[in-house]
């Protein structure tokens, strides 16, 4: 049982980790605004209500707190339009995501945990005396990476771990000074108590990060609250006699500073949740690293003091952590373009709004007017997607009932796919182009006599463009997954390709028949210890063979390039390959990122290193252009495309290439964490 229960736990953060909302560079900046607007609205509540509150019970002023920020968010959802039952998805969102019993556990468990930490808190700052005066707060953020270490095995770089340990040395102050006035056992229990918290709170920011995909910051709020609300009742009930006691000394003021209490926490929440829309969970985490400073200052302020030294080096230690912290992860981020942005699934997307509009049309529930109000922008999007495709190299989109091929300029293809937003053709309509100058510089190392093998082939971008370049080459394209495999037939057929054979196996380090997943949101296939914790998912039996085993089986004479995309499957794909690049030596050209070996375990650094050790140097091409960027990307991404050629079957190749190409070292900007 605790072992299912231990699996289960590592599948969920891992699948956190994956699938948390991915950020936009450009409104990082709003996630760390709403966390510290957030700490700001716990500190001022803390400072300028809890002295008056406090004159209440505890368990009087719980109730009155929780109450009030429930109706609060109560009274939001309903002038916002939001609805606060957890049923609101589709059929098919529950599929791909977590079902409706799953969410409500969910946030029942996310918001447990967050009060019986608060509750917690309070308690032991009212009875014991130790929270407030000597409890270290805020070492969030290093908690958070050190089980991210622990857990995930997660890689961060240098500056990382120096921003965090300075933040948290900053945090440790005011613990450090408060203990020599405090007993040992004050300063321990303290101490043990804040860590215990920050523990919590790496839990809770876990689950925050896959709640808020799927329900809006009001609703997980409210039930947060609805949550305290039940629990203040329980405690009440058990402190009765108490509260009875104390009725008739109980003052209105007191009564108003719970109030304003509640609406300040239901604010901080609102906040909190929208934060993670935003920014990475790490950022959020550094963020409260800000609560002790804000605190001290508003006690000040209102208290009329001076900022104390300890104060001042706090601050600055803090601020100091935090904003290399900031810089290293808005640096990360220039590296992970490849990785797809994401939206709350709760909110409808344009296709789901213009089938939701056909449906109430349909119905009758919407009049002509508003029927058409919403298909006027379905036809401009028609005529501003030929405006997209003026910068691109998109020729030509052709519409057919249920399907839609693209033409492209400078090549002779005619290719279909679906919505999936990994297929070739949407690459090159979103960015402009696609491996346009690795292909270029593939055609000169390629022969009319070569024998050619892509896999991941997909919808056969790279095998197509090749055959109509090389009509007498041999070109063996291996796509596993059914759908991209059916237009990769399809698209072979379309364009007249003979010389192109389609294999509908997974390249891998062994053979058999085993059971991949496909993962609804990037259509990949993937292992089931990646696929995670879907309620529900498509599984794909999918038969696994090795390179060597094909190169036997196949009686292949010679072997010349092997090119692909594998989501991480890379070095499996050369551990089976063994025999065949020792015997054949070919070029060896794949686009890899970081993040997605890591799923399978390796770093870019091993796959160099086993390369180096067949006599191959890995080389990355002199882009003299790329996709299309923002304007605001200043920074150069890292280049993900890596050509291996061996050191003495391609020597006259590199003499030749010399001035296109330059060589890289295993560790050369590999650290993406």
């Keep these: 049982m605790l072992k299912k229960f231990w699996e289960y736990s590592l599948n969920y953060i891992h699948y956190v980790k994956n699938h948390q909302i991915l950020v936009n560079p450009h409104k990082r900046i709003y996630g760390i605004i709403y966390t510290l607007i957030g700490w700001f609205l716990i500190a001022f509540s803390l400072t300028v209500f809890t002295p008056e509150s406090s004159k209440l ?10 109450t009030t920020a429930s109706l609060f968010l109560y009274i939001i959802s309903r002038n916002g339009g939001i609805s606060l039952k957890v049923s609101l998805m589709s059929d098919k969102d529950q599929k791909t995501h977590f079902d409706l019993s799953s969410r409500k556990i969910l946030i029942f468990i996310r ?34 990476a050190l089980l991210m270490c622990w857990i995930l095995k997660e890689k961060r ?11 948290t040395v900053g945090v440790t102050i005011p613990f450090v000074v408060n203990s020599f006035s405090s007993s040992i056992l004050n300063a321990v229990s303290g101490g043990l108590i804040g860590l215990a918290a920050s523990v919590f709170m790496s839990i809770i920011f876990f ?7 799927h329900e809006p910051a009001t609703r997980v709020a409210f039930y947060q609250c609805l949550i305290g609300t039940g629990i203040a009742i329980l405690i009440s009930i058990c402190t009765l006699s108490f509260i009875l006691k104390t009725l008739p000394s109980i003052s209105l003021s007191s009564i108003l500073s719970s109030i304003w209490m509640g609406i300040a926490y239901a604010l901080a929440l609102i906040c909190f949740f929208r934060a993670f829309l935003y920014t990475e969970i790490i950022l959020i985490a550094i963020s409260g690293y800000a609560f002790d400073p804000m605190a001290a200052l508003l006690n000040n302020f209102f208290g009329g003091a001076v900022c104390s030294l300890t104060n001042g080096i706090t601050i600055a230690l803090i601020t100091i952590g935090t904003a290399i912290l900031y810089y290293e992860e808005s640096r990360h981020s220039k590296k992970r373009k490849h990785l797809k942005m994401t939206q709350p699934i709760y909110e409808s997307t344009i296709a789901e709004e213009f089938e939701e509009n056909d449906q109430l049309f349909q119905k009758g529930q919407i009049s002509t007017d508003t029927y058409l109000a919403k298909r006027k922008l379905f036809n401009e999007l028609l005529f501003k997607i030929s405006e997209e495709m003026i910068d691109t190299d998109v020729k030509k989109i052709e519409l057919e009932k249920g399907q839609v091929y693209f033409s492209f300029f400078d090549s002779d293809l005619k290719l279909e796919c679906d919505e999936d937003l990994q297929a070739t053709p949407l690459d090159i309509l979103n960015f402009g182009s696609y491996w346009k100058e690795e292909l270029a510089f593939i055609f000169d190392l390629c022969t009319s006599e070569s024998t050619i093998l892509d896999f991941s082939a997909q919808v056969g971008w790279l095998s197509l463009n090749l055959a109509k370049k090389f009509p007498k080459a041999t070109l063996y394209s291996f796509e596993a997954n059914t759908d991209p495999y059916s237009h990769l037939q399809r698209n072979i057929k379309t364009n007249a390709c003979s010389n192109v054979e389609p294999i509908n196996i997974r390249l891998s380090n062994r053979e058999g028949i085993e059971n991949f997943f496909l993962l609804p949101e990037d259509h990949i296939l993937t292992p089931q210890k990646n696929a995670l914790i879907y309620s529900e998912i498509s599984k794909i039996e999918c038969k696994l063979t090795t390179l060597d085993a094909f190169v036997s089986h196949k009686e292949l004479k010679s072997l010349d390039l092997i090119a692909g995309h594998a989501i991480g499957g890379e070095l499996e794909i050369l551990q089976g390959a063994e025999k065949a690049i020792d015997q054949f030596h070919p070029i060896i050209f794949f686009e890899l990122f970081e993040d997605f070996c890591l799923e399978y375990d390796y770093s870019i650094s091993d796959l160099v290193h086993f390369l180096q050790e067949k006599g191959y140097q890995g080389y990355h091409l002199k882009l003299m252009t790329h996709q299309k960027k923002s304007e605001n990307e200043k920074e150069e991404e890292a280049n993900p495309y890596y050509f291996f050629f061996h050191k003495e079957k391609h020597q006259e190749l590199l003499s030749r290439f010399q001035e296109r190409i330059y060589e890289i070292e295993p560790d050369d900007e590999l650290d993406l964490h």
Aim: no cysteine.
């Design 57 to 66: 019970p505890l368990s009087l002023s719980f109730l009155i707190t929780f």
């Design 111 to 144: 918001g447990f945990i967050a009060i019986i930490s608060y509750v917690g808190l309070a308690v032991a700052d009212k009875f014991i005396g130790i929270v407030s005066n000597s409890a270290l707060f805020g070492s969030d953020a290093l908690i958070y």
């Design 207 to 213: 689950l925050n990060a896959v709640i808020v995909r």
């Design 157 to 167: 770089s240098s500056l990382d771990w120096l921003g965090i340990l300075i933040a």
